[in-house]
């Protein structure tokens, strides 16, 4: 059975830090491609960063240089560390995974598991 769990969000002030754990556990491995998806409040689910299985990273241009998208398969953890938030960081982020880690990409429709999500707020 496969299962992803972000943990990590929270409060944060604008220009602050925060890092993003998912732990999956299941039939994902090393092989399987992985990403890091938000959605704000009212608004549609979009990516932001994702990972290949041999860990290139790719990510939407609005993180591009803040975000960083890391994996460390021994551990079988997904990390995302995210520098000088703003108030449109905010929201519930998810990690994804799909079976084929070749590539890397951002569309939501591309991934077969998800986990629950984890929120970010941030303040000014």
């Known amino acids: 059975q496969v299962h992803l769990m972000e943990s990590g969000g929270g409060s944060v002030e604008s220009g602050g830090s925060l890092r993003l754990d998912c732990a999956y556990s299941?039939?994902?491995?090393?092989?399987?491609?992985m990403a890091w998806f938000r959605q704000a409040p009212g608004k549609a689910r979009e990516g932001v960063a994702a990972?290949?299985?041999?860990?290139?990273?790719g990510y939407a241009d609005s993180v591009e240089g803040r975000f960083t998208i890391s994996r460390d398969n021994a551990q079988k953890n997904l990390a995302l560390q995210i520098d000088n938030l703003n108030a449109e960081d905010a929201g519930t982020y998810y990690c994804?995974?799909?079976?084929?880690?070749?590539?890397?990409?951002?569309?939501?429709?591309?991934?077969?598991?998800w986990g629950l999500g984890t929120q970010v707020t941030v303040s000014s």
């Open positions: 994804a995974a799909k079976s084929s880690g070749w590539w890397w990409t951002l569309r939501e429709s591309q991934y077969d598991y």
């Open positions: 299941g039939s994902i491995d090393s092989t399987y491609g």
């Open positions: 990972i290949t299985s041999l860990g290139f990273a």
